[in-house]
Structures are given as C-alpha cells and as structure tokens.
C-alpha cells in the first residue's frame, strides 16, 4: 500500500511555474505507475500525466502537453509535476495518484492523495 501526500500548490500568474511535489510512503514505491489528476470547480477529475516505474516512459493529456513534465525520484519516493507556460484553465485541484501496475495509463489508480490547491490568475 502507498500514502501519498502533495506539496507545493500556490497562487501564480498566468504564464508563470509551480512544481508540484508528491511525498509516497511504502517500501514499494519505485513498483507503481504515478499519475497527476487535476479537479477544477463544477467539473470532473482528469488526467494530467502519468510515468512509468523507472521513469522511462511517460504519459500526458493534450492540454498539458508541451508545458508539464512529470518525474519521479524513486530514491526519495517522490514524484513532480513541473508546470510551465501556466493558464486560467489550470486552475485546479490536483491530486497525485498510484497503481500497482508497469502499464502507463490514465486509468485504475488505487491510491490518492489529499490534493493540492493551484490557481493561475490572469
């Protein structure tokens, strides 16, 4: 099992960078696929990015594309989420996520954190 907790959520302008951090507990860490979800106000949780266990391989939504990374620190059972070029629309709640599996997918994610409030003024 994993328990995750995000970090590093804030108020910045449009076309400015936050780098969201995710703290995983669990001996097992580096055998989980991680993803970031985002949640805005009236609307559903969608996927952002996901990476694979060795951080091979990676995963994002067309919105993100070009202007989020996602990494993962396996060492410090940590996972980012780099965000540049940031707009109104990003704003969001976001939430990191894990599944026990080697498939990169925006899908079955079993465990979640708390959530980590983002808003991007104009």
């Known amino acids: 099992q994993v328990q995750l907790v995000e970090s590093g959520g804030g108020l910045v302008q449009a076309g400015g960078s936050l780098r969201l951090s995710c703290a995983a507990s669990?001996?097992?860490?580096?055998?989980?696929?991680l993803g970031w979800f985002r949640q805005a106000p009236g609307k559903e949780r969608e996927f952002v990015a996901a990476i694979s266990w060795r951080g091979g391989s990676t995963y994002y939504a067309d919105s993100v594309k070009g202007r989020f990374t996602i990494s993962r620190d396996n060492a410090k059972n940590t996972v980012y989420l780099q965000m540049n070029s940031l707009k109104p629309e990003d704003t969001a709640v976001y939430y990191c996520?894990?599944?026990?599996?080697?498939?990169?997918?925006?899908?079955?994610?079993?465990?979640w954190g708390p959530g980590t409030q983002v808003t991007v003024s104009s």
């Open positions: 669990g001996r097992t860490f580096s055998m989980y696929t």
């Open positions: 996520a894990a599944r026990s599996s080697s498939v990169v997918t925006s899908m079955g994610y079993q465990y």
